[in-house]
């Protein structure tokens, strides 16, 4: 992806912000439209076609969602990126459920800026939207899978609980076309280890007591699809001896049969543990971890990709409030600041059960940090309004270390990134217990 000789519409009246970012987009390679109103900005997209229209919420005229709307009359209107300050989220986010495209939150780092930027001006190859989230951790992981899906090499997926395995499987599954064939998903840990012989490899009629019939099991049923094998570090140790066969040989043999079958599926596996470890202490065999670990693709934590989460609420919102009659509108700047400092143990299934309790029990129309951590929230109210205040606390000070490295520990542009005067930085760097930068 590239910026080079694209026309970049920039919308923003703070003078050394939007001095800032009209160089940086120049040594990119864009061609900058600079505007500081509303009124500019309207005259400006109407005068020439742009690529991406970056866009500041407050302006002295008016809002960036009336250059918005004023933009979106006209056929072919650019993607919008939205600068905003954490009390505009939720302008924002109803924004880009509009068609608005993204939005970053002040003050942003300049790297994922530009990537996010640079999405928007060129939609990766597919859907051109994105499915597994925003971040640049995230977005590089989805570009890999639907290269890989134009190969038939074993994948083997790593990473948290909770984090999306599966999500990616089926993502590489779906990406080979309409031809994908069959998705057989199996959790090898959920399923007793005398029965998943015959569940995965199938077995004849009277191979065992009750077997009344043929039974064709995951691997004969996956045809030219996929097979995905999760918790495959949960796999007995007799069947990592016959899955390393089906892998060698391509074919199986259904139990109590003779004949060997034919296997065409695409094997994908997944774990949360560390089969490197399990092969040292004798739990996996080497040969078949050779096997299945062609390509690893480790999927980062939900912590590490915080860009993620409020884009993740928002389509979780979005499939949930059908549910309950769309009387959710959505969420409140206090629960999505509050949901941007938690550590999210349980990654995205956590964020999506949080979503989903939510939105079945809150009493809207915009839900509350309680409505998502019923579990942490204090019950006393004095003990809410305590709790939300260090919900922001909490979100000041990582902004303020983030930007403090961003500018290698100086003060003076510190504080002018983050739009505040240096005595001001020093009195919050203080009362949240920020060490001054050694000089």
Same mark, same amino acid.
């Given at each position: ?12 009246? &703070? @003078? ?12 990119? =390679? ?24 970056? %866009? ?9 969602? &009336? ?30 459920? %509009? ?36 971040? @640049? ?30 999500? %990616? ?18 959790? %090898? ?20 007591? *009750?077997?009344? =019939? ?19 570090? &949960?796999?007995? @140790? ?13 074919? #199986?043999?259904?139990?109590? *049969?003779?004949?060997?079958?034919? #296997? ?104 509350? @940090? ?16 305590? *709790? ?20 290698? *520990? ?30």
């Amino acid at each position: 992806m590239s910026l080079e000789r694209r026309a970049i519409g920039l919308v923003e009246d &703070d @003078p050394i912000m939007g001095e800032s970012l009209v160089q940086r987009l120049s040594l990119e =390679g864009a061609e900058v439209s600079w505007w500081r109103t509303k009124a500019d900005a309207v005259t400006g997209l109407s005068r020439r076609r742009h690529h991406a229209v970056i %866009c500041d919420l407050k302006l002295p005229d008016g809002t960036g969602e &009336d250059i918005f709307i004023e933009a979106v009359k006209s056929e072919g209107a650019p993607p919008f990126l939205f600068m905003t300050a954490y009390g505009e989220i939720d302008q924002a986010v109803r924004l880009m459920r %509009c068609g608005a495209g993204d939005y970053v939150t002040k003050p942003f780092d300049m790297t994922a800026f530009l990537e996010r930027l640079e999405t928007l001006v060129d939609p990766m190859d597919g859907d051109d939207q994105s499915v597994l989230g925003v971040s @640049p951790a995230i977005r590089a992981v989805e570009r890999t899978l639907r290269r890989l899906a134009k190969v038939s090499a074993p994948v083997l997926l790593t990473g948290e609980t909770g984090s999306g395995k599966e999500v %990616c499987a089926r993502l590489l599954h779906a990406s080979r076309g309409r031809d994908a064939g069959p998705f057989m998903a199996v959790n %090898c840990a959920a399923i007793p280890a005398e029965l998943m012989e015959s569940e995965l490899f199938g077995h004849e009629k009277g191979a065992f007591t *009750g077997a009344q =019939g043929r039974h064709l099991g995951y691997a004969e049923r996956a045809g030219t699809g996929t097979l995905f094998l999760d918790e495959i570090g &949960d796999l007995a @140790p007799r069947l990592q001896a016959k899955l390393l066969r089906l892998l060698e040989d391509r074919t #199986f043999t259904r139990v109590g *049969g003779e004949q060997p079958q034919p #296997f065409r599926a695409r094997v994908v596996c997944a774990t949360n543990a560390d089969l490197g470890a399990k092969v040292k202490s004798g739990g996996f065999r080497e040969d078949l971890l050779y096997r299945i670990n062609v390509v690893n693709l480790l999927l980062p934590p939900l912590r590490d990709r915080s860009e993620d989460i409020v884009w993740l609420i928002d389509r979780f919102l979005v499939e949930f409030e059908e549910q309950c009659g769309n009387r959710i509108k959505g969420f409140s700047s206090l629960a999505l600041e509050a949901a941007l400092v938690h550590s999210w143990p349980g990654n995205v299934r956590e964020l999506r059960n949080r979503v989903e309790r939510g939105v079945a029990l809150g009493d809207g129309p915009l839900l509350m @940090p309680g409505d998502l951590f019923p579990d942490l929230a204090p019950i006393a109210e004095s003990g809410l309004r305590e *709790g939300l205040e260090g919900v922001r606390e909490e979100a000041e000070r990582r902004h303020i270390v983030r930007v403090l490295a961003e500018n290698g *520990g100086g003060v003076q542009a510190t504080a002018k990134a983050l739009g505040i005067a240096r005595t001001t930085l020093w009195e919050k760097m203080r009362r949240h217990g920020i060490p001054a930068p050694s000089a």
